[in-house]
């Protein structure tokens, strides 16, 4: 008969409580940790969105001091065959301008060789958005350009769109307060650069530049299954809004203002 040595020393290892445990631990230090992690990342994010619409709008006031200090025009391509203004658009003319004064050099325009079919200059994207612009550039319509979608609202040159939101007040807003900023005599609160807080229930997308922890949740065009919902329901946290006397604030959601965004009468509201 085979007997066991009460001597012999039983092999190393974990019971299944004492795993658990240790499972419990690591679980408990991811949920405190990446959290963390996440929030730091998004603070970083936020900082690189503030410093390009900075540099966004040292472009505008460079431009201005060449042009009877006006800052780049608010409409698109087709104007003036069509005469609106939509902010997140720019014309081919205000696109160029800005890719041949960028740092990116393999983001140049004009003489530098860049291909407009190639995506949107990173300086003019949120940081938060990745590439999500990068594949649709300049937009072209049946009858013709029309400009480039951009990753951020571009609130200046447009004085129309300045007088649509003053007769049109949206209830619980000031939005018919709001000012564009269009010549650099205008007052410096006036506006030039926002983050793209921007949703359609027509057409059915929302765009969420910044949630509290980590990306941002970015709905793409045609998402019909979030039915175009406003920015607050996808946990927008705010955004960074540029004004013409060439500072950059941070506004937290609740401090924003609902406005249209666009100068004809079709529904396109975005937080600023």
Known sequence: MNRSDPNRTRRP????????????IIVLLLAILLPSAARAKEAARRAICA?????????????????LRMVFPGQ?????????????????RMYAYIADHSEIEDAKAGTH???????????????????????????TASNGPVGWVIGFNYLGGKPQ??????????????NKTWRSGVRMSD????????????WSPVDHWT??????????????????????????????????????DGSVVWKDINEMNQHHSYSKNKYYPAMW
């Open 76 to 92: 698109r391509d087709w104007y003036p065959k069509i005469n609106d203004e939509h902010t997140p658009w720019i014309n081919t």
């Open 113 to 139: 060789g860049f291909e407009y079919d190639k995506g949107v200059v990173p300086v003019l994207n949120c940081p938060n958005y990745d590439n999500r612009f990068s594949g649709r550039g300049r937009v």
């Open 51 to 67: 410093s390009q619409q900075h540099q966004l709008g040292v472009f505008c006031l460079e431009y201005a001091t060449d042009n």
């Open 187 to 198: 007052p410096g609160t006036a506006g030039l650069w926002a983050d793209f807080n921007n």
């Open 207 to 244: 765009f969420v530049a910044h949630t509290n922890v980590g990306a941002a949740q970015t709905m793409n065009f045609n998402n019909t299954p979030f039915q175009g919902v406003a920015v607050q329901e996808l946990d927008s946290a705010g955004g960074n809004v540029g004004t013409l």
């Open 13 to 24: 290892g974990f019971t299944i409580v004492e795993l658990l445990v240790v499972m419990s």
């Open 161 to 174: 769109l300045e007088a649509y939101n003053r007769a049109n007040p949206i209830a619980g807003s000031n």
